[in-house]
């Protein structure tokens, strides 16, 4: 199984209370050293180092802030595309040095499988296929072949997948946000989508005429994306390379001698194109350099001698992403001093533009008008590239000309924000989105995590997010970025409350703004936290002598407020009295166990106890008080004098009953 190396590691968290050079002032000299020498020299430092792609050896620096609002930490990592399921990205619990390790849980979609955390080390292996270009679509090949000379174009984000892990270790817990950068490798050649192309040029044409020539594709990116073009043979024209207003180099024949149609009415080259993939076997895993080639075939034509010209070669619109279809763009204009047809301009949009693209414009081929023809959308392509052609219709017509106009969509208000909510707990059965929370869960426990984002731009993206009405019971926390924590701010009683009905809402920076309302409901969960509670706690009773075993009693009753098995009642009699009487265990039905004597037996007390099912059980007592009444059960007795000794002369009688 392949390990890949983990980047920096670092808290998010607001820097209030740390300055730069106090944070430098944490690492080991040692690591401060190894941050200050160049990549060249990093294979002679002594501190430790991780060694994944052969030859190559890389520090390791791991910082930790914990912000002092909120228990929340970011781990990056990288890794290249294409690696096979199973390998090893980084391990959360050993990188961060969580104090307790306990369990972790990937807080993403049930179908999401590009990486696999361990729950019980945190260990992030890749799950499945992850290819950068299907994954980062907006950067396939963005910046290829990009010219050094050229204008800088904006730093692209970096590709990355962004997911939550909860560490959970006992009643406490912490919030990882991850990102994996995905590393692009050389896994595509060049390609110029067909192996022929058909090129025109007039015999009269100058030395210097331009011929544009359609680019070679390479989706990767930097370094792996097409880095240089070749021609051969050379002559009679030279190959040079010009970067567009998107940074892509842009092959040009550019006619160095003189043609002459009747000498040589045709030429022939090829046209290669080559990555820029590593050469060096031991850098394989990012691929090798890659090449692919077109044959051009060029075609001599008889003198138009003179070719339409822009008046600008280059053109930038802004465009609101609102604008209405129809409105006028630009009035492009080319001028071609050849009389008649050999001077009428034709205005066409590059064929090879995607069909996406050619929908949103509408070019009149007479006047050179640029008009919407459909809505933009900033969030699905925030500029584009468009690339008009003039042409004169002498025949043959002559070279084309080449205006190259980018329009640069401006955001509007016109996304509302989107809440995501993923439970903790959730609730299987529940249709709605449901997280349980524990009545027992002290405050300040993570119940759910809240996402809140915009796909629009600037202030009209940027989105607050809150529980309305407040509730005294929760309270919503920032985490990072869009994502936020729900927590409990009280003790729950479930016996009081059992459900909360929650309802979040989201509203972005716009003018006016946008409101999106999700609701949430949150289920208390039952603990034994009530003991059963007898509705009375002496009972009297009375009952007739020579009574017949069996006989009823009295029913004692109690009551727990709790669920399922904590409020589940048992009932037994204890002590002296439990030889008296026996007790139905579920209804606390009492029976005599014998026929009572009052005149053994006056009076009787029955000691009833109560038990839950809670773990730990909890019980309560009470007392039964038997009295037994009288019946003429006995016939009088002669006590003195007594019978037999003749003696009743003046004597009285005493009877005993």
Same mark, same amino acid.
């Given at each position: 199984m392949k390990v890949h190396p983990s980047l920096l590691i670092r808290d998010r968290s607001p820097p209030?209370?740390?300055?730069?050079?106090?944070?430098?002032?944490?690492?080991?000299?040692?690591?401060?050293?190894?941050?200050?020498?160049?990549?060249?020299?990093?294979?002679?430092?002594?501190?430790?180092? +991780?060694?994944?792609?052969?030859?190559?050896l890389r520090c390791l620096f791991l910082v930790l802030l914990t912000a002092p609002t909120a228990d929340c930490l970011t781990a990056n990592y990288s890794v290249y595309e294409e690696e096979p399921p199973g390998t090893v990205i980084g391990n959360l619990a050993a990188d961060l040095q969580l104090e307790t390790v306990g369990s972790f849980r990937l807080m993403q979609k049930s179908n999401w499988s590009l990486v696999e955390v361990?729950?019980?080390?945190?260990?992030?292996?890749?799950?499945?296929?992850?290819?950068?270009?299907q994954l980062c679509p907006q950067q396939v090949g963005a910046g290829a072949g990009s010219d050094p000379d050229a204008e800088p174009q904006p730093q692209m984000e970096p590709c990355s997948l962004l997911f939550?892990?909860?560490?959970?270790?006992?009643?406490?817990?912490?919030?990882?946000?991850?990102?994996?950068?995905?590393?692009?490798?050389?896994?595509?050649?060049?390609?110029?989508?067909?192996?022929?192309?058909?090129?025109?040029? +007039?015999e009269s044409s100058v030395l210097g005429t331009r011929v544009p020539l359609e680019p070679a594709l390479d989706p990767d990116l930097g370094a792996n994306s097409l880095l240089k073009y070749r021609l051969s043979p050379s002559r009679p024209f030279a190959l040079e390379q010009r970067s567009g207003a998107d940074g892509l180099r842009c092959p040009e024949l550019v006619l160095v001698e003189r043609l002459d149609r009747e000498s040589q009415a045709e030429v022939l080259l090829q046209l290669e194109a080559e990555d820029g993939g590593n050469s060096d076997p031991a850098a394989a895993r990012r691929g090798r350099r890659r090449t692919a080639t077109v044959r051009l075939r060029v075609q001599v034509l008889d003198s138009n001698d003179n070719s339409p010209a822009f008046e600008r070669s280059a053109v930038v619109l802004e465009l609101r992403e609102d604008a209405a279809p129809g409105s006028l763009l630009l009035q492009l204009r080319a001028a071609d001093p050849d009389l008649g047809a050999n001077?009428?301009?034709?205005? +066409?949009?590059?064929?090879?533009?995607?069909?996406?693209?050619?929908?949103?414009?509408?070019?009149?081929?007479? +006047?050179?008008?640029?008009?919407?023809?459909?809505?933009?959308?900033?969030?699905?392509a925030p500029a584009l590239e468009l690339e008009v052609r003039a042409r004169d219709r002498g025949h043959p017509p002559s070279a084309a000309a080449v205006c190259s106009v980018t329009v640069r969509v401006l955001d509007v208000n016109d996304n509302a924000p989107e809440i995501g909510v993923a439970p903790l707990v959730p609730d299987p059965v529940a249709v709605r989105v449901t997280a349980?929370?524990?009545?027992?869960?002290?405050?300040?426990?993570?119940?759910?995590?809240?996402?809140?984002?915009?796909?629009?731009?600037?202030?009209n993206g940027r989105v607050h997010c809150a529980l309305s009405p407040p509730n005294g019971h929760f309270e919503l926390r920032r985490a990072h970025g869009s994502s936020l924590l729900l927590l409990t701010a009280a003790p729950l009683d479930r016996e009081r409350v059992a459900d909360y009905n929650l309802t979040l809402v989201a509203e972005d920076g716009g003018a006016p703004p946008r409101r999106t309302q999700r609701a949430l409901t949150v289920r208390v969960s039952d603990v034994n936290d009530n003991a059963p509670a007898f509705s009375r706690r002496l009972y009297r009773v009375s009952l007739a002598e020579n009574n017949r075993p069996g006989a009823h009693l009295t029913t004692v009753q109690a009551h727990d407020p709790d669920l399922a098995h904590n409020g589940r009642l048992t009932y037994r009699l204890l002590g002296p009295g439990a030889a008296l009487a026996s007790i139905h265990p579920a209804t606390g039905a009492i029976y005599a166990l014998r026929s009572f004597d009052r005149e053994a037996l006056p009076e009787a007390e029955l000691l009833v106890r109560v038990t839950d099912g809670g773990s730990p059980p909890l019980s309560s007592s009470a007392t039964v008080r038997l009295t037994v009444t009288d019946r003429n059960d006995n016939a009088p007795v002669i006590t003195h004098p007594l019978p037999g000794n003749g003696n009743v002369n003046g004597s009285a009688c005493v009877i005993t009953l």
């Open positions: 209030t209370s740390w300055l730069c050079k106090e944070l430098l002032e944490l690492f080991p000299r040692e690591v401060r050293e190894c941050m200050m020498i160049g990549g060249r020299d990093r294979s002679n430092f002594a501190a430790p180092v +991780s060694a994944t792609i052969p030859g190559l361990g729950e019980t080390d945190g260990q992030l292996r890749v799950g499945g296929r992850i290819d950068r270009e939550d892990v909860v560490n959970l270790s006992g009643d406490k817990f912490v919030l990882i946000r991850v990102e994996v950068r995905v590393q692009d490798i050389n896994d595509h050649a060049p390609d110029f989508g067909r192996p022929e192309v058909r090129l025109e040029i +007039s001077g009428e301009v034709i205005y +066409s949009l590059n064929p090879q533009l995607p069909a996406a693209v050619r929908r949103l414009f509408h070019l009149d081929a007479r +006047s050179g008008r640029l008009s919407l023809a459909a809505r933009l959308d900033r969030e699905r349980v929370v524990s009545e027992a869960a002290a405050r300040g426990s993570l119940v759910a995590l809240v996402t809140a984002s915009d796909r629009d731009a600037g202030a």
